[in-house]
């Protein structure tokens, strides 16, 4: 059994019998405590540069976030149903060698989403010291990048015990400061301006919607399972989806709420976000505040890096690498480093390769959910967990249809969406002709996530039924 204090030995085994432990409340502490970043102010932000009113946006951001949550909470049934990580029961689906196509995305997407946690925290540590008048150039940001990388990696070689502790103590932290930084900026709310903002078409909610299912829910469901693995199998599954979803959706729902409020009321600061969110947002606030300001953005931030470099670790391990789990948390530390420094020191501002790296990933991601969240619909037994490892066991090598479905599903919604954050993804788009085009009023819908996404859920409904009971009356 291992504690806080010992490195975990757990990787990509099944989780022995023994060691499951906990229930499905367990499950609100990592989920909230990775969740309640100050970034969900950011949100409100982001969501009103789609056009739309606030009314229209609390809507978007409230069903975006709850259902791409939802998603998390189902797939976290995988994880009691096999005890094992997320990219490890995606074999199932995809065959145990077809199941590198989802694990590489699932390594990408993680490394990629600890590499902006780590470069906001940075960001804010230096925009609030500078504040204070304690420095905030280069060298602070150098600090606070080893600082906060350092505790995120330390989470991720320690593992499974020391990342849910370090959830729970987030989770109280945050949750009591965030409530402190409403009350101290409430007062510069306009409501005025907020219920001026004109409503926005069709194609600027779908938009929205869209964003907020990447930035939330689809952002954690290549690893939903890594935390639900260690509870017993008898553990109630309606439970844990809801306290997955619950858990996960409480605070980014307050705070975008919070947040579009605050844009809504002050274009100027509205603009600010977008390159620094959480420097902008400290501006608002008394001297004496910035310090506990700066202690909860770092809480939150470092709280879903933690998260993800546990997760990205085993996403290394399941493409082959020959290595301990915390061997490969330190390696994606590093490129946890280099990315932070690009951010940090080299872009130009913060939400266009955030917005860029959302969008391109969220695509093929969306088809792998769709995949997975269908195949765990027609299951009706546990997983056999020797054939988890064995390709010439129930599951098979390659899986084609679930493999075949994500990269069409990738050509099409790739198709549907249009990045301009970056010069080399401006060749996304190219099936916009009959919707206007690339400068059409659907550009920005990002229909190609949702689109993607259907095409694996229904496609794999359709297609890998009858694969499906064959496997489970072996």
Known sequence: M????????????????????????????????????????????YLL??????????????????????????????????????????????????????????????VGW????????????????????????????????????????????????????????ITVLTAVLTVVYVVLVADHVDWAAVAALPAGGTPQVIGGLVFM?????????????????????????????????????????ALLVFGLLLAGSDPTLDEAIGADPIGALSTLLPTWFLIPFAVV??????????????????????????????????IDGALMVVGAVYVVFVADSFIGPFQGFLITLGVPVAAWCGVLLADILLRRRDYTDADLYDAAGRYG????????????????????????YAPWLQWQGYLLGPLGGVDGDWAWANLGVLVALVIGFAGTLLLSARAVRRQEAR
Do not use: H
């Open 213 to 253: 299912m990447t930035g939330f829910g689809l952002g954690w469901v290549n690893m939903a399972a890594d935390y639900s693995r260690y509870l017993p199998r008898s553990a109630s599954g309606p439970r844990i989806v809801a306290w997955t979803t619950f858990g996960a959706s409480l605070a980014p729902v």
């Open 297 to 330: 953005a770092l809480a939150g931030l470092i709280g879903g890096a933690a998260l993800d470099i546990y997760s990205s670790g085993l996403a290394l391990l399941s493409l082959g690498l020959p290595a301990p789990r915390w061997v490969a948390a330190a």
């Open 2 to 45: 291992s504690s806080p204090t010992s490195v975990e030995t757990n990787a990509l085994n099944t989780i022995d019998e023994s060691e499951r432990k906990g229930s499905p409340r367990n499950l609100f502490w990592p989920w909230f405590g990775a969740n309640v970043s100050v970034l969900g102010l950011g949100y409100g932000s």
């Open 114 to 169: 600890e590499t902006v946690l780590v470069a906001l925290a940075t960001l804010a540590t230096s925009t609030v010291l500078g504040a204070l008048g304690w420095g905030g150039g280069t060298v602070t940001k150098v600090v606070a990048l080893v600082v906060v990388a350092g505790i995120v990696v330390v989470a991720g070689i320690f593992g499974f015990d020391l990342v849910m502790r370090l959830q729970v103590v």
């Open 49 to 110: 540069g789609f056009a739309v009113s606030f009314w229209q946006a609390v809507v978007v951001g409230v069903v975006g976030i709850v259902v791409s949550f939802l998603f998390c909470g189902f797939i976290s049934l995988a994880g009691k149903r096999g005890s094992a990580p997320t990219m490890v029961l995606s074999r199932a689906a995809f065959g145990v060698r077809g199941n590198t196509l989802p694990s590489l995305l699932s390594w990408i997407l993680t």
């Open 397 to 420: 090598a390659v899986r084609w249809p679930a493999v075949v479905l994500v990269l069409a599903g990738t050509a099409v919604g790739w198709g549907l969406v249009t990045n301009t």
